[in-house]
């Protein structure tokens, strides 16, 4: 072949013209480098001294690992991004559980595409934005960072960011598995039975596989008594043996990684970020044979056969600087914010609905600590710093411009309802912010010893854990101790409700909020989440009625936390097993405050299933919708299936299609169908089979709590038992 560049460059463009292809270009490149050259591909470049400053050098450039100069390889680049590029000031998208609110996976895959674009512009070359860790209790402090608490939703949400990404990074799922808690993370071991594990906490991560994410990234926590950088039974057997993955995997940052010779054979190909337990113990490991080199040469070969085949395959122009931040991705991140905004109570006031905003208002009273803050969420490793930001405050006055608009901080509950009494409406602006929820930075539950053998026993470890415990009682964020609102806001929305009856109220924050307490108080609630830089304008769009709420719960607000799982953020071991969120409700017969996929508009739609077609390995619904309001309005068409031989039936969420519609009309939508959460998995043979049951389908608004008029699930004959690799 002729050269054109580096080996790498030539290497690429050999592939993306089909001449060879990449398992043999890796191969390849792996001949012409050192012992020494292949092991470097195995951790991160920098040297573990940058330790300490990593928060600040996350938000400046990629943190690579494996490149290599001499064959011009440029290795994996990392950049986090949840919500936007952490790189640089980026645009800053509404959090993961907004966008899941918006029930949109085209939407999504836009939101894909724009992060993918940012994070190349920034010469990164692979993004962790794609974290489909199931919601099984709110509290956890990294909701806001999940699609919320069902594996359908969160698979197709999750497929659909990646397959965005994909166009310009590689895209890299997180955190591999059973990590939904943040303050014992680091230590806690999550018990969970085969059913459980295959048929509720990994359907997602496999949709996503599927979808085609290049990499995974481990968690930090254990799952049956081993660390996940250690679980070869999950790593190997069901990640690469049982569902043929093909990509590489990584660890997560520093404390994830806790024997460099065990987590390369349990099948962890890189170390990230740092050159640690790695590059202290590979190189002898290799030439004692403690390691073997094939186990080496596997690892290598999937990271840069990974690499060059998305090199060959992606976008072949670079984007340039202008795309950042650009005028298209700001009215992309208004738009989901738009769509991510769920109104859960309107009730009339004076013969008529609050929302949206009455025509004739001429004064209004803006409320809250909140109403004059951007609120973009944690400030940990998924933080965004937009060029701009748009308060709820700013982003009402720009849209009603002749309205007299009137603030209080809400530190003072009378003064505050005397500026409510003297407004046409108020709008009181409460939640969360990162001190109450997010990313808990410093632990006291690391494994000090990865820093160095000073630190593995003696003095030295027994001052840094102290030190680590001591810290971590001080920092922001971390899992939530309550899932109501503050007392103090709790007492301003009463105290500005008594003072006018024509009262809403907005909730920012990342998962569920209880609403018993304070709700029946107020006739409007709207659920705003971290609504990213465009946040405000999004609001006073909706609330004006320029746009109709559209956003529906991706998660189940209960009446009462005793009705969900237990949660111990200080838990060292937890079981994790098939009773959560709506499905646990349902199953004890309690009735949500605000059900799974839940949401209201300024119209009124109505459902009817006509038919449907299914078998083991999907089908499709056609539900016929309209519009049955006044109003051009959004819906979303949710198909359900439950087992109606049991005393209390539990929904369980097949598909979903996000329909407009305009007022009186009507249409026959299609909903495509997964057949998941009707079957069940042998834990011997690994093949997938029907759930015994008299199972039924409806086509609903929101998860639902009757079966009348739902349909028998007709399942073909053709579907039979699944080969274990489906």
């Known amino acids: 072949m002729r050269a054109t560049g580096t080996e790498y460059d030539e290497a690429v463009r050999a592939v993306r013209a089909a001449e060879i292809d990449a398992d043999t270009a890796a191969d390849n490149l792996i001949e012409r480098m050192t012992d020494a050259e292949v092991l470097w591909l195995l951790d991160g470049d920098s040297p573990r001294r940058l330790l300490p400053l990593i928060p600040f050098l996350l938000g400046r450039r990629p943190f690579v690992a494996g490149a290599n100069r001499r064959l011009g390889i440029p290795g994996i680049r990392f950049s986090d991004g949840a919500r936007g590029v952490v790189i640089g000031a980026s645009t800053s998208f509404p959090v993961t559980m907004a966008r899941a609110a918006t029930w949109d996976p085209t939407l999504e895959e836009q939101v894909g595409i724009a992060i993918g674009l940012e994070t190349r512009a920034r010469g990164a070359n692979y993004s962790a934005s794609v974290c489909v860790n199931l919601l099984r209790h709110?509290?956890?402090?990294?909701?806001?960072?999940?699609?919320?608490?069902?594996?359908?939703?969160?698979?197709?949400?999750?497929?659909?960011?990646?397959?965005?990404l994909?166009?310009?990074?590689?895209?890299?799922?997180?955190?591999?598995?059973?990590?939904?808690?943040?303050?014992?993370?680091?230590?806690?071991?999550?018990?969970?039975?085969?059913?459980?594990?295959?048929?509720?906490?990994?359907?997602?991560?496999?949709?996503?596989?599927?979808?085609?994410?290049?990499?995974?990234?481990?968690?930090?926590?254990?799952?049956?008594g081993e660390y996940m950088d250690l679980n070869g039974p999950l790593v190997t057997g069901v990640l690469r043996d049982e569902w043929g993955f093909a990509g590489f995997v990584t660890s997560d940052w520093v404390f994830g990684t806790h024997d460099a010779i065990e987590s390369l054979r349990a099948g962890m190909d890189v170390e990230m970020p740092l050159r640690m337990l790695r590059a202290r113990s590979l190189p002898s490991a290799l030439r004692s044979g403690a390691v073997s080199r094939e186990t080496v040469l596997q690892s290598a070969h999937r990271i840069l056969r990974t690499t060059l085949q998305h090199a060959a395959t992606r976008e072949v122009t670079s984007p340039s600087h202008d795309v950042i931040a650009s005028t298209s991705h700001r009215a992309l991140a208004r738009k989901v914010a738009e769509e991510s905004i769920v109104l859960l109570k309107n009730d009339p006031v004076d013969g008529a609905a609050l929302l949206p905003l009455a025509p004739d208002t001429r004064r209004i009273a803006v409320i809250g600590r909140l109403s004059e803050r951007a609120n973009l969420g944690d400030h940990g490793s998924s933080r965004v710093r937009p060029p701009s930001t748009v308060?709820?405050?700013?982003?009402?006055?720009?849209?009603?411009?002749?309205?007299?608009?009137?603030?209080?901080?809400?530190?003072?509950?009378?003064?505050?309802?005397?500026?409510?009494?003297?407004?046409?409406?108020?709008?009181?602006?409460?939640?969360?912010d990162q001190h109450d929820e997010g990313e808990s930075v410093v632990t006291g539950g690391v494994d000090v010893g990865v820093l160095g053998g000073a630190f593995t026993s003696g003095p030295f470890r027994e001052l840094l854990i102290r030190l680590a415990h001591l810290a971590s009682r001080f920092v922001r964020g971390g899992d939530r101790t309550s899932l109501e609102l503050r007392p103090t806001?709790?007492?301003?929305?009463?105290?500005?409700?008594?003072?006018?009856?024509?009262?809403?109220?907005?909730?920012?924050?990342?998962?569920?909020?209880?609403?018993?307490?304070?709700?029946?108080?107020?006739?409007?609630?709207?659920?705003?989440?971290?609504?990213?830089?465009?946040?405000?304008?999004?609001?006073?769009?909706?609330?004006?009625?320029?746009v109709g709420p559209s956003g529906r719960l991706p998660f189940v607000v209960p009446t009462d936390v005793e009705h969900l799982p237990p949660f111990d953020s200080a838990a060292k071991t937890v079981v994790y097993d098939d009773r959560w969120g709506q499905r646990m409700l349902d199953a004890d017969g309690h009735v949500a405050a605000f059900p799974f996929g839940f949401g209201l508009s300024y119209t009124t739609f109505s459902y009817q299933l006509v038919d449907h077609r299914f078998d083991d390995r999907g089908g499709s619904a056609e539900v016929l919708v309209a519009n049955t309001g006044d109003r051009a309005g959004s819906t979303v068409v949710q198909v359900y299936a439950a087992d109606l031989s049991l005393d209390r039936p539990v929904a369980q969420l097949l598909g979903f299609q996000k329909v407009d519609l305009s007022p009186g009309s009507s249409t026959l939508v299609h909903v495509a169908l997964d057949a998941g959460p009707t079957l069940e998995r042998d834990p011997v043979t690994h093949?997938?089979?029907?759930?015994?049951?008299?199972?039924?389908?409806?086509?609903?608004?929101?998860?639902?709590?009757?079966?009348?008029?739902?349909?028998?699930?007709?399942?073909?004959?053709?579907?039979?038992?699944?080969?274990?690799n489906e």
């Open 138 to 164: 709110p509290a956890w402090g990294r909701a806001q960072e999940c699609y919320g608490e069902d594996p359908v939703l969160t698979g197709i949400m999750g497929s659909a960011i990646t397959r965005g």
């Open 166 to 224: 994909r166009l310009n990074v590689m895209a890299c799922v997180k955190h591999f598995a059973l990590n939904s808690m943040e303050n014992e993370r680091f230590e806690v071991d999550v018990s969970v039975d085969e059913h459980a594990l295959h048929e509720v906490y990994l359907p997602h991560f496999k949709a996503v596989i599927d979808a085609g994410a290049d990499s995974v990234m481990t968690a930090y926590n254990r799952v049956r």
């Open 391 to 432: 308060s709820p405050l700013q982003g009402l006055r720009e849209a009603l411009p002749d309205v007299l608009i009137e603030t209080a901080s809400g530190s003072s509950a009378a003064e505050a309802a005397a500026v409510a009494a003297a407004a046409d409406t108020a709008i009181v602006v409460v939640g969360l």
């Open 489 to 546: 806001d709790v007492e301003l929305i009463r105290a500005v409700a008594a003072a006018n009856p024509r009262t809403i109220v907005v909730l920012i924050g990342g998962s569920a909020i209880l609403t018993e307490t304070w709700g029946a108080s107020v006739p409007a609630i709207m659920y705003a989440w971290y609504g990213g830089m465009e946040a405000g304008r999004a609001l006073a769009r909706v609330m004006n009625g320029d």
């Open 687 to 724: 093949r997938w089979s029907r759930r015994a049951g008299t199972w039924a389908i409806l086509a609903a608004q929101h998860s639902p709590r009757s079966w009348e008029g739902a349909h028998p699930l007709t399942v073909s004959t053709s579907g039979g038992m699944l080969p274990a």
